[in-house]
T-cell receptor
Framework: KQEVTQIPAALSVPEGENLVLNCSFT??????LQWFRQDPGKGLTSLLL?????REQTSGRLNASLDKSSGRSTLYIAASQPGDSATYLC??????????FGTGTRLKVLA | DAEITQSPRHKITETGRQVTLACHQT?????MFWYRQDLGHGLRLIHY???????NKGEVSDGYSVSRSNTEDLPLTLESAASSQTSVYFC?????????????FGQGTRLTVV
């Protein structure tokens, strides 16, 4: 059974810092991995999608990498801003249960 | 712009009542999903559908049902609401079955069962 873990559960950093969020999964047979952002009381906004054949994807200050063999993905946020404060979720598409989610990393960027 | 909408956004119901949550997408996506989000559990899959007349059980399907009579809609029904079903419910859709493409989520429905 695919399990997805995100570490750390919460993170507080000063504005301007570069930071890395981690996502690990137990079954390397995945179709893709997607990173989402969720603001309090809101839905999920897709940030980056990495297909299983890809190693990384970039969008603005965000860079996501994927190492399928080791079951790991990282989301790198450059020059963090207070507006980046949110919960970040990773989801793996695999098997019959489709998108399996981690429990998220709650990020707070201090001004 | 294409979108995915859920209604209602908030709902309070009594134990034992039947409740239906609506999900409508305008992308013409084949795949649609229902998740519930609870503190400490993250998002868990309830039901999903790959197309019209297709429905499948997810990880936490007991007490829930769905039907897919057209491409745009996947309503979620709680047959007899229980307090354990108090949660935030999210609907999602994506385009392809063979090579999973980006999933888009609705804004969620906060359901309280009293």
């Amino acid at each position: 059974k695919q399990e997805v873990t995100q570490i750390p559960a919460a993170l507080s950093v000063p504005e301007g810092e570069n930071l890395v969020l981690n996502c690990s999964f137990t079954d390397s047979a995945i179709y893709n991995l997607q990173w989402f952002r969720q603001d309090p009381g809101k839905g999920l906004t897709s940030l980056l999608l990495i297909q299983s054949s890809q190693r990384e994807q970039t969008s603005g200050r965000l860079n996501a990498s994927l190492d399928k063999s080791s079951g790991r993905s990282t989301l790198y946020i450059a020059a963090s801003q207070p507006g980046d404060s949110a919960t970040y979720l990773c989801a793996v598409a695999s098997g019959t249960y489709k998108y399996i989610f981690g429990t998220g990393t709650r990020l707070k960027v201090l001004a | 712009d294409a979108e995915i909408t859920q209604s209602p956004r908030h709902k309070i119901t009594e134990t034992g009542r039947q409740v239906t949550l609506a999900c409508h997408q305008t992308w013409n996506h084949n795949n649609m999903f229902w998740y519930r989000q609870d503190l400490g559990h993250g998002l868990r899959l309830i039901h999903y559908s790959y197309g019209v007349q297709d429905t499948n059980k997810g990880e936490v399907s007991d007490g829930y049902s769905v039907s897919r009579s057209n491409t745009e809609d996947l309503p979620l029904t709680l047959e007899s609401a229980a307090s354990s079903q108090t949660s935030v419910y999210f609907c999602a859709s994506s385009e392809s079955t063979d090579f999973y493409t980006e999933a888009f989520f609705g804004q969620g429905t906060r359901l309280t069962v009293v």
